[in-house]
Nanobody
Framework: QAPLVESGGGTVQAGDSLRLSCEASIGLFRDATMEWHRQAPGKQRERVAGISTSGYTNIADSVKGRFAISRDVSKNTVFLQMVSLKPEDTGIYYC???????????WGQGTQVTVST
């Protein structure tokens, strides 16, 4: 099994909601700040949300009020709840494990989110 497996992407209309999931291996989940990044066509990848091992969360200003990150420790899974989606939210959403102690980061394969008008 891949260390990070994302799911939940899809094509929705503007104003709809989606919830992305990222299931991590136990070792990664306990050892890293888990993050969601996204990359829109022709743009740089940007960090949209993160949750630390202690549960502290932060959300990028560009999506604050619409996106929320959470986790289910029992399932080693991190979620990105997205509401009031806009066409500019379209992109590939990646899960990242920002590991402690200088260990290399791990990225998921990405899941496509497309928001139509």
């Amino acid at each position: 099994q891949a260390p990070l497996v994302e799911s939940g992407g899809g094509t929705v209309q503007a104003g709809d909601s989606l919830r992305l999931s990222c299931e991590a291996s136990i070792g990664l989940f306990r050892d890293a700040t888990m993050e969601w990044h996204r990359q829109a066509p022709g743009k740089q990848r940007e960090r949209v949300a993160g949750i630390s091992t202690s549960g502290y969360t932060n959300i990028a200003d560009s999506v604050k009020g619409r996106f929320a990150i959470s986790r289910d420790v029992s399932k080693n899974t991190v979620f990105l709840q997205m509401v009031s989606l806009k066409p500019e939210d379209t992109g590939i959403y990646y899960c990242r494990a920002d590991r402690r102690f200088g260990r290399p980061d791990v990225w998921g394969q990405g899941t496509q989110v497309t928001v139509s008008t």
